[in-house]
């Protein structure tokens, strides 16, 4: 190919918040030095929050209009989809699958989380259709675990899957010192959309029971549509003036949060890949408490990285976040670790199995 190839990145807008926004710079200054030519887009909701089905109809529709008429202008040789396996995702990417070409140009799927789970499961026969022809329409989907790798290659074995790693630049950096050191009250940390499968209400619970044996706080940091449940189940444990609800923060305040933390736990059972706020606590140098799912367990190791806790057990997830606490040396050992295994994450390490995929697919390869 004489020219540069030119890839069509569709990414979430900024104003969804979240970690595509973060993310997708990143992603697109890594292809553009390795020779890519790469024009970005808009394709998710407009903006944070629910949307009336009006105007969410409108908008996609629009948005598939706009997709369109740039592809006809532009002939991109790749259009690279970052999106979410569920319904929402689904029913916007579907008509863009479907109203291209077969393979003009290819499109790869990078599912940010996919419901792989639920393909094995029985039901949801509409939902496993859809997805099924979603796979079979992209020349590559692309997965951020191998445990979801292995779902989707048992649910649509003629699909093509690879798995990445999100590229990660850290705006801070720790060395792990700052939460080993022996503070009179240790804060227990957590960023995440306050959901239930986050695991939010599992560390409240499992900071009852461990606020009964000692001296600590717990602080959130995130919004979702389970903020004013939180708040009232922290008001019935009386734990008012224990815990923390940021809400939505962002910058210098963001950075102080982690800053004061002692730990980060995040005891998630959500249909992710591999959580940002798990990288970002990496670089401050925190010790890991989370669950052994999805890229938690493909990027971290046992005692050297997090400390492991069954989803949905807050009894467990009490007593580890208690040794963690009492043990300051183990804290400094696994927050060194972390803070340099961050390096693995920089653009220039990840971006170039993209750039492979993306290449393969333009040869019309299988990735």
Same mark, same amino acid.
């Given at each position: 190919?004489?020219?540069?190839?030119?890839?069509?990145?569709?990414?979430?807008?900024?104003?969804?918040?979240?970690?595509?926004?973060?993310?997708?710079p990143?992603?697109?200054?890594?292809?553009?030095?390795?020779?890519?030519?790469?024009?970005?887009?808009?394709?998710?909701?407009?903006?944070?929050?629910?949307?009336?089905?009006?105007?969410?109809?409108?908008?996609?529709?629009?948005?598939?209009?706009?997709?369109?008429r740039?592809?006809?202008?532009?002939?991109?040789?790749?259009?690279?989809?970052?999106?979410?396996?569920?319904?929402?995702?689904?029913?916007?990417?579907?008509?863009?699958?479907?109203?291209?070409?077969?393979?003009?140009?290819?499109?790869?799927?990078?599912?940010?989380?996919?419901?792989?789970?639920?393909?094995?499961?029985?039901?949801?026969?509409?939902?496993?259709?859809?997805?099924?022809?979603?796979?079979?329409?992209?020349?590559?989907?692309?997965?951020?675990?191998?445990?979801?790798?292995?779902?989707?290659?048992?649910?649509?074995?003629?699909?093509?899957?690879?798995?990445?790693?999100?590229?990660?630049?850290?705006?801070?950096?720790?060395?792990?010192?700052?939460?080993?050191e022996?503070?009179?009250?240790?804060?227990?940390?957590?960023v995440?959309?306050?959901?239930?499968?986050?695991?939010?209400?599992?560390?409240?619970?499992?900071?009852?029971?461990?606020?009964?044996?000692?001296?600590?706080?717990?602080a959130?940091?995130?919004?979702?549509?389970?903020?004013?449940?939180?708040?009232?189940?922290?008001?019935?444990?009386?734990?008012?003036?224990?815990?923390?609800?940021?809400?939505?923060?962002?910058?210098?305040?963001?950075?102080?949060?982690?800053?004061?933390?002692?730990?980060f736990?995040?005891?998630?059972?959500?249909?992710e890949?591999?959580?940002?706020?798990?990288?970002?606590?990496?670089?401050?140098?925190?010790?890991?408490? $989370? $669950?052994?799912?999805?890229?938690?367990?493909?990027?971290?190791?046992?005692?050297?990285?997090?400390?492991?806790?069954?989803?949905?057990?807050?009894?467990?997830?009490?007593?580890?976040?208690a040794?963690?606490?009492?043990?300051?040396?183990?804290?400094?050992?696994?927050?060194?670790?972390?803070?340099?295994?961050?390096?693995?994450?920089?653009?220039?390490?990840v971006?170039?199995?993209?750039?492979?995929?993306?290449?393969?697919?333009?040869?019309?390869?299988?990735?």
């Open positions: 190919m004489s020219r540069e190839p030119r890839v069509l990145v569709l990414t979430g807008f900024p104003a969804i918040g979240g970690p595509l926004p973060k993310l997708t990143l992603l697109t200054d890594g292809l553009r030095r390795a020779g890519f030519r790469v024009h970005v887009m808009g394709w998710s909701a407009h903006g944070a929050g629910r949307e009336p089905a009006a105007v969410k109809i409108a908008g996609r529709s629009g948005d598939l209009v706009r997709v369109h740039f592809v006809r202008r532009w002939r991109p040789d790749v259009i690279y989809v970052a999106t979410a396996h569920n319904w929402p995702g689904l029913l916007r990417d579907l008509p863009l699958a479907l109203s291209l070409p077969r393979g003009q140009p290819p499109l790869v799927i990078h599912f940010h989380g996919s419901e792989s789970a639920r393909l094995l499961r029985p039901g949801s026969r509409l939902f496993k259709w859809s997805s099924r022809l979603l796979v079979r329409r992209a020349a590559a989907v692309l997965l951020l675990s191998r445990e979801e790798q292995r779902e989707w290659r048992r649910f649509c074995p003629e699909g093509h899957y690879e798995v990445v790693l999100n590229p990660f630049v850290p705006e801070h950096q720790g060395d792990g010192s700052a939460a080993a022996a503070a009179q009250t240790p804060v227990i940390f957590t995440a959309r306050l959901i239930p499968s986050k695991g939010i209400f599992d560390l409240l619970e499992a900071f009852a029971i461990l606020r009964r044996r000692r001296t600590c706080r717990l959130y940091a995130g919004t979702g549509e389970s903020a004013d449940e939180l708040a009232v189940r922290v008001e019935e444990l009386g734990l008012e003036q224990d815990v923390d609800l940021l809400g939505y923060v962002s910058g210098d305040a963001l950075d102080a949060a982690y800053r004061r933390a002692s730990v736990a995040l005891p998630t059972y959500f249909a890949g591999f959580p940002l706020s798990i990288m970002e606590a990496m670089s401050y140098g925190l010790p890991v408490v $989370t $669950t052994p799912i999805r890229g938690c367990v493909d990027w971290l190791a046992e005692g050297t990285n997090a400390a492991f806790v069954p989803p949905r057990d807050p009894p467990e997830l009490a007593a580890t976040l040794r963690l606490l009492d043990d300051g040396p183990a804290r400094l050992a696994m927050g060194r670790a972390n803070a340099a295994a961050v390096a693995g994450f920089a653009p220039d390490k971006v170039p199995a993209y750039a492979d995929v993306l290449r393969s697919t333009m040869k019309g390869a299988p990735a």
